[in-house]
């Protein structure tokens, strides 16, 4: 088995980039796939973007199954907000941003355009907690955090959280 992807945490500058269109889905993007659905199940994480684990391309996956129930990787390839509508706070965190949750606004109800792992085209209508998560994972491949959803205060406040665990000799 190939070694865990390394999950990059704020601030790494991989995080803050925009991610490229994936053109074909080779071998390498399904490899890719596999890992990053490992990883996250691993984390656990209820989803993970290719530039978390160091690679700039848009691809998100995730799986809001309960806990304990079968495992559903759900894969999204390229994908794009088309509709969204209403508004909802709900408490983030993110496997990139350590010890840190928050409340964020997002939109309520989107419409998520992209393709799966076999190219096929894809529309998605979610709302609640998928809505939250694909707005979240979108944002990775545009180079932004739920951070960069917070006041100024909080994120300075995390910001120096942050600095001072840096220091600390793990
Ligand atoms: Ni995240």
Redesign the pocket.
């Known amino acids: 088995m190939a070694d865990d992807l390394k999950i990059y945490t704020y601030p790494d500058p991989i995080l803050r980039a925009k991610a490229e269109p994936i053109v074909n889905i080779d071998g390498g993007t399904q490899s890719l796939i596999n890992g990053m659905g490992e990883r996250m199940y691993k984390a656990p994480g209820i ?1 993970l973007a290719a530039p ?1 684990v160091g690679l700039s391309k848009r691809l998100i996956v995730y799986d809001l199954s309960p806990k304990n129930g079968a495992k559903n990787l759900s894969v999204l390839i390229n994908p794009e907000i088309v509709l969204a509508e209403g508004d909802v706070v709900y408490e983030e965190a ?3 941003v350590i010890d840190f949750s928050a409340e964020v606004k997002r939109r309520a109800k989107v419409k998520v355009r992209g393709v799966d792992r076999d190219g096929n085209p894809l529309d998605i209508e979610a709302e609640g907690l998928l809505a939250i998560c694909l707005q ?1 994972e979108i944002d ?1 491949l545009n180079g932004v955090l ?1 951070i960069d959803h917070i006041s100024p205060l909080k994120r300075t406040l995390y910001n120096k959280k942050l600095k001072k665990m840096m220091k600390k000799p793990s």
């Open positions: 989803g978390q993110c496997l990139s979240h990775h739920f």
